[in-house]
């Protein structure tokens, strides 16, 4: 897609305000994180009537509660009448989360979700339901860009390539190659046991790759940002914006506007290195970059 026709989005953004805490209870920079995002993809051309949010604090648009209802309408939204060139954006701040994979297409058992104000009550919303909902309708020559604030969001568009920051896609034949390359190598005993090894688990990690492949591939250009890994947590940052008021937005959602407001033009695998480099420092998170279909990393950002 060069992005070219119609532009949408739709940003979400859960403090648990007045409701059942999931996990850790409330959040503080959920409902920052939709604003600072709003700006910028009004930023990037986005038209205000081609933007939703739905937030829990200040909204008095029952319609726009971030129930799990009016989000997965809302996610039909975002990607209803899908043509060639069109362009859509996604964005989630707020708890995220793992329950048990019932359908075994999971690599470690375990299915990510996302927790709705009223999960309680409703249920989470798993990544198989985001994917047959957002990814699989899609046809070929269509963008959609996501970027997930919350924990355990490595996998939660279950996309199949995952990138390494060097711009492999992990567990793909190029790794399982070199692992090959390295055992035809000359080297002591000790060593060329340990190289076996590796190559074993690259092989293993291969086969589970194309499984993955076969089951989640798919044609249109989706593409995600997620702020951990599938077993990591994702924190908070202190931002002071002008006139010096201080407020809490996600570290994700903080470092990719960031990244991308200071270099317009930067590929994507420098924007996973960038994004990584700036929360590497303080936090433990990283920033994870994934896809529907093999894409080049040398590419251009654009969305």
């Given amino acids: ?74 996610l039909k ?57 957002l990814v699989k309708v899609l046809p070929p020559g269509v963008r ?46 000790d060593t060329l046991k340990e190289l076996k090894e590796k190559w074993k688990q690259l092989q293993a990690e291969e086969k589970e790759f194309s499984r993955q492949v076969s089951l989640k591939a798919a044609d249109a250009d989706v593409i995600m940002f997620s702020g951990c890994k599938d077993d990591q947590t994702s924190a908070d940052v202190k931002v002071t914006r002008s006139g010096g008021k201080s407020e809490s937005n996600g570290a994700m959602t903080y470092a990719f506007t960031k990244c991308v407001r200071e270099n317009p033009m930067q590929s994507y695998q420098e924007m996973l290195v960038n994004i990584r480099e700036l929360l590497r420092e303080k936090y433990k998170q990283k920033p994870q970059l994934s896809s529907s279909r093999p894409m080049n990393m040398a590419e251009l950002f654009h969305m």
Wanted: proline residues 3%.
């Fill in 144 to 189: 959609l860009t996501v970027l997930f604030d919350c924990c355990h969001s490595g996998s939660a568009m279950d996309l199949p390539y995952i990138y390494a920051s060097t711009g492999y896609i992990r567990g793909s034949s190029a790794l399982a190659n070199l692992g090959h390359e390295l055992v035809e190598g000359d080297f002591d005993e």
């Fill in 77 to 133: 939204w975002l990607v209803h009448d899908p043509k060639k060139n069109d362009s859509y954006f996604l964005h989630y701040s707020g708890h995220g989360g793992q329950t048990l994979d019932l359908d075994g297409d999971e690599t470690g058992g375990k299915d990510n979700c996302l927790f709705p104000l009223d999960y309680v009550e409703k249920g989470v919303i798993i990544d198989d339901e985001l994917h047959n909902l």
């Fill in 1 to 74: 897609s060069d992005c070219t026709g119609d532009r949408r989005a739709v940003l979400i953004g859960i403090n648990y305000v007045g409701g059942a805490n999931p996990l850790n209870g409330k959040l503080n920079c959920c409902v920052n994180d939709t604003a600072v995002m709003k700006a910028f993809l009004l930023e990037k051309g986005f038209k205000e009537e081609n933007i939703r949010v739905l937030t829990d604090a200040g909204q008095h648009n029952a319609k726009l509660m971030p129930t799990r209802d009016n989000i997965l309408h809302n």
